[in-house]
């Protein structure tokens, strides 16, 4: 296999570079066109310490003591201190992607030549990605203004040579796998902690691997919703391309195209062609307004990254050019956290209607087929509990859907005084990521039942793919037993891409993405 490098300029990284080198190990390289940049605008920071120009962060204090001034024999240990002091992050770590993710973007800010950092900084993020020293990164303690501080300074502490750190599958002192590494710890000059630490990485990465993830969750969320039509004997007349045409939204075209695609042809759907029933319940007949909302949000949201991604977010600003260090606010999470509480939303809708095919599909009033689809209902209950998960966790994550950027804490007395409580967005978004994956699989179990209990019927040929990769994995329930198990096994068909791709091995590439 070959191995790919990925280029860090500060001006074209992308979603899926950062997915490459965050998940796939990929390695990253600082590019021949960032050095000249960045030597420039160190010299303007080396240039100013020189004329004895007071400069926020280089030789003042920080925050609510940016006017103490902090004489030339201590600028080197201010941000020493800095980074000591920011370091007071609390609870679970972040993964490891995740924080591979955030040395990378934060890499690429300084990359762009406007912090006044060395060269040998950005280098030692790189040599610590590519030979696999992780550091430790508690995932509270960032009120998202200025940047994620506490998360940022854990990162640090170990370039230092301080803090906790991976090497490999073993966790231990951050100065250790710099060693085994082959990596000098960093000493920090004039303006490098506060550059280091000034930025919305860490809310960043957590926002790219959900964006990425929710991408992939809405082709399942769509199978899965075709497959509860079918095993529901829904019609397809709601899916029309003259009905979305005419209310042109791209998501909800796409949707519906999808739908198009997948439920094309099949047995079931020719058994109940002259039932009589004029259209389904909104659950079904409105999927392609539903889940292409939240497509369309997803897109929307991923729009935002994108520039995050290539922005140079910390404070001051150097820009060589004039020689001039400007003090500004691009630190402030705002943009970052407004997308991931839109996020949440969305991903909290998907589960919603989910959860309500689900309970159609266990509840014989609704569905035609047998009680919690189980044969010997009274004696089994089937899948009646499978629907108590899924109402769990769509309930969950309404108390997640919350906002947390409407919130604001003052901090640093007063100095900063409206935050975004952008890191705690993103969290709470990849939190109720997570939950609905997990309804979608209890769809897709509860959806592949149906399928059996309508037998010798077939579904159509994208379907019938679909339901065999589960039943390589989850057999048909014939009598009760533990269903826990088998949600997790089709999790694991939907992280793999399995499901999808017998679905698209069929009805051909759902979305373009």
Known sequence: MNTMVVEVDGESLTIEDVILVACHNELAELA???????????NVVESAISAGRTVYGVNTGFGS????????DDVAKLQVNIIRSHSAGVGPPFSKEIVRAIMLLRANALAKG?????????????????????????????VGASGDLAPLAHMVLVMMGEGMAYYGDDKGDGKTALMVAGIDPIILQAKEGVALINGTQPMTAVGLLAVHDAMTLVHDASVAAAMSLEALKGTRVAF??????????????????????????????????????????????????????????????????????????????VFPEGGDILS?????????????????????????????????????????????????????????????????????????????????????????????????????????????????????????????????????????????????????????????PDIMQIRELMDSGDIVSAVEAVAGSLFDE
């Not at 021949?32 to 160190?42: Q, T, V």
């Not at 003591?65 to 030339?72: K, R």
């Not at 094309?264 to 259209?279: F, L, P, R, Y």
């Open 328 to 484: 500004g606010g691009n630190f402030h999470g705002q943009p970052i956290a407004l997308v991931m509480d839109f996020l949440t939303i969305a991903l909290s809708e998907i589960g919603n209607v989910s959860e309500r095919r689900i309970n159609r599909l266990v509840d014989p009033a609704l569905s035609d087929l047998p009680p919690f689809l189980t044969k010997e209902s009274g004696l089994e209950s089937g899948m009646m509990i499978a629907q108590y998960t899924a109402a769990a966790l769509v309930s969950e994550n309404k108390s997640l859907s919350h906002p947390a950027s409407v919130d604001s804490i003052p901090t640093s007395a007063g100095q900063e005084d409206h935050v975004s409580m952008g890191t705690i967005a993103a969290r709470k978004a990849m939190m109720v990521l997570e939950n609905v994956k997990n309804i979608i699989a209890i769809e897709y179990m509860c959806a592949a039942q149906g399928l059996d209990l309508l037998s010798p019927l077939k579904p159509s040929d994208s379907l019938a793919r679909a339901h065999a990769a589960i039943r390589e994995r989850v057999p048909v329930l014939e009598d009760d037993r533990a269903l826990s």
């Open 114 to 142: 406007y912090s006044g950092v060395r060269i040998e900084i950005i280098e030692t993020l790189l040599q610590m990605l590519n030979r696999g020293v992780i550091p430790v990164v508690p995932q509270q303690g960032s």
């Open 32 to 42: 021949e066109s960032a050095r000249k940049k960045i030597h420039k605008s160190r």
């Open 65 to 72: 003591l940016a006017n103490v001034s902090i004489s030339a």
């Open 240 to 317: 029309d391309e003259r009905i979305h045409a005419i209310r042109a939204h791209e998501g909800q075209q796409d949707v519906a195209k999808a739908l198009r695609a997948i439920l094309k042809d099949s047995e079931i759907n020719q058994s109940h062609a002259d039932c009589g029933k004029v259209q389904d319940a909104y659950s079904l007949r409105c999927i392609p307004q539903i889940l292409g909302a939240s497509l369309d949000t997803i897109r929307y949201v991923r729009s935002v990254l994108e520039t995050e991604i290539n922005s140079a977010t910390d404070n001051p600003l």
